[in-house]
């Protein structure tokens, strides 16, 4: 009899359904249901309040559970599951409140405002588990699954971890990849306090680590003259080239394990992985971004015929321009292009919003895929989510080993060692224990004059 008096006419029976789409149980209530339109109730009360309760309280974690495969298929068939829910939900609160009696041309109106009205409450769901799909497919398409067992504690025994940030360009008029950008992310693992150590592509005479590598170039790198000069950038491909120089490796694993230890033996760290971003796909990332925004402190020629001038003062770039923003040498060197680099990188990071980021997602899963390699395993991908949250609010110092503290045609490696030595000894500026936060190591050994900045500004 409950359900009888319940039931409406067509316009009242379809409100009651919509109001149940937003409050499950409420047609169950108006039809004298009211147990089951309690419990229908709590139910999506719980979840609401749950979900509201990770979002603002749990971002880290659930940004650590969001790069665990398990857990993105977990949430995918939970929304999913949800999304099943939801229609069973509204289409059994029109069949309760629906009119006895109506015409075969209303209950056909009827049907299809009830079934759109499942789509659009369906359809978040179905987006969220297809973003959590999308992002399982980048995870495990990009970083590897550990053949060893990684520990609780990752850091344990390790009170920095040091990564190789490289920035390829396999341009189309060149054999091979070149490493034109490269900087070791120095990380405090209690703290996030980050050094980056950056190192010019034209670096010459590199000594290489122990091994096939030394016992070919003794008296450090040489390339293949008279068709190469032997520079550091040109080490992750002769690797890729000649298999002997790593033989326990394949293909794509020789270069960047080469380049590691090289890199590592030049600053007297031990790099524990790396980060390559292939420059043609970087333009990919930015436009999937909407573009990125950088103050230009002069003009800058782009193009491979200098067919085009981006003007001084705060640009916001395409995908081609910031490429050419962070690659042209025109009326410029390498020095100052790679100060560029690092304010493109750095503008790209703090740019890249949570609503930046949802906005252009599945734009930016393609592209990551494409654009991004590296060794990092799979496991340790939670433990760096939460050492980023650190590295996020702590300051990030840079070093650049250039002129006139460096002369890449003759560099003073051992220098390079000290200097690195000094700069993470040395508390950054605002700390406790704060000392001036600018490598005393001899600097002025070629030229008497300091070549360092740390803490440099892009802005």
Not at 18 to 40: D, E, K, P, Q, Y
Not at 67 to 90: C, S
Not at 425 to 443: I, L
Request: proline content about 7%; overall charge neutral; charged content about 20%.
């Amino acid at each position: 009899m409950a359900d009888n008096a319940g039931r409406t006419g067509v316009g009242s029976s379809l409100a009651l359904t919509l109001g149940s789409a937003v409050l499950w149980g409420l047609a169950h209530v108006w039809v004298g249901r009211r147990l089951t339109g309690a419990f229908l109730m709590s139910i999506e009360l719980i979840l609401a309040g749950a979900a509201a309760i990770a979002v603002l309280t749990a971002g880290p974690a659930l940004l650590a559970l969001a790069v665990q495969p398990v857990w993105l298929w977990t949430f995918a068939l939970t929304a999913m599951l949800l999304a099943a829910v939801a229609v069973a939900v509204v289409i059994h609160s029109y069949l309760l409140v629906r009119p006895e009696s109506s015409s075969p041309a209303t209950q056909y109106l009827s049907a299809v405002i009830v079934g759109l009205l499942c789509v659009l409450v369906t359809t978040p769901m179905i987006y969220v588990a297809r973003l959590a799909y999308i992002s399982q497919t980048v995870v495990t398409s990009v970083f590897a699954e550990s053949v060893t067992p990684m520990p609780t504690d990752p850091w344990r025994g390790m009170d920095r971890i040091n990564i190789l940030l490289i920035g390829a360009d396999a341009a189309a008029n060149r054999v091979g990849v070149r490493t034109d950008s490269m900087t070791v992310a120095s990380v405090d693992t209690r703290t996030g306090e980050t050094v980056l150590f950056g190192l010019p592509r034209n670096l010459e005479k590199v000594p290489m680590p122990p091994g096939p590598a030394r016992d070919r170039f003794p008296y450090g790198f040489e390339g293949e003259p008279p068709y190469t000069p032997g520079m550091l950038n040109e080490i992750y491909q002769y690797a890729e080239d000649y298999p002997e120089m790593a033989p326990k490796l394949g293909k794509r694993h020789r270069g960047p394990s080469l380049l590691k230890k090289t890199i590592g033996g030049i600053l007297g760290l031990d790099i524990s992985y790396y980060a390559m971003v292939d420059m043609r796909g970087f333009v990919e990332i930015v436009d999937a971004m909407g573009g990125v925004r950088v103050r230009i402190k002069d003009p800058i020629v782009y193009g491979r015929q200098n067919e085009g001038l981006i003007e001084a003062g705060r640009r916001k770039l395409s995908g081609e321009e910031a490429l050419w923003y962070g690659r042209s040498r025109t009326f410029s060197d390498d020095y100052v292009r790679m100060g560029r680099q690092k304010c493109l990188l750095n503008a790209v990071a703090k740019q890249a919003d949570p609503v930046t980021v949802f906005k252009s997602f599945e734009k930016l899963a393609t592209a990551a895929v494409d654009a991004i390699s590296t060794d990092i395993p799979r496991q340790l991908l939670p433990d760096l989510v939460e050492l980023s949250e650190k590295v996020k609010n702590s300051r990030i110092r840079s070093l650049q080993f250039v002129p006139p503290l460096i002369y890449s045609g003759a560099p003073d490696y051992h220098l390079i060692r000290r200097e690195v030595t000094t700069t993470l000894a040395t508390p950054p500026a605002g700390s406790d224990s704060a000392v001036p936060a600018v490598p005393t190591g001899n600097r002025g050994r070629s030229t008497g004059s300091s070549a360092v900045v740390l803490d440099s500004a892009c802005d």
